[in-house]
Nanobody, 118 residues
Framework: QVQLVESGGGLVQPGGSLRLSCVAS????????MGWYRQAPGKERELVAS???????NYGDSVKGRFTISRDNAKKMVYLQMNNLKPEDTAVYYC????????????WGQGTQVTVSS
């Protein structure tokens, strides 16, 4: 079975940093395109950061310059380094895996809460 487990969320002050982690299992990790999405209460789930075709990266406009996505294929992990956090970054963050040659094969983690507040 395929499983994605996020960790690293929590409460942080504005301007602070957090590093989210996602551990994958039950898959050939290198065959999947990985990404991070978030959803705040009352809002649609939105792209935070993802790998695209050719392993280029794509970031949501609101996080460009502050967040960085990375992956470690040997460890089957994907990370999201979040710097200069703002209250509007508060949301549940989800890890996503999509089979490169078949978009229908998509998996989501359970999510980890990030709260930015004084």
């Amino acid at each position: 079975q395929v499983q994605l487990v996020e960790s690293g969320g929590g409460l942080v002050q504005p301007g602070g940093s957090l590093r989210l982690s996602c551990v994958a299992s039950g898959m050939i990790f290198r065959d999947y395109r990985m990404g991070w999405y978030r959803q705040a209460p009352g809002k649609e789930r939105e792209l935070v950061a993802s790998y695209t075709v050719g392993d280029f990266t794509n970031y949501g406009d609101s996080v460009k310059g502050r967040f960085t996505i990375s992956r470690d294929n040997a460890k089957k992990m994907v990370y999201l380094q979040m710097n200069n956090l703002k209250p509007e970054d508060t949301a549940v963050y989800y890890c996503k895996a999509q089979l490169k040659w078949n978009p229908a094969v998509t998996y989501w983690g359970q999510g980890t809460q990030v709260t930015v507040s004084s």
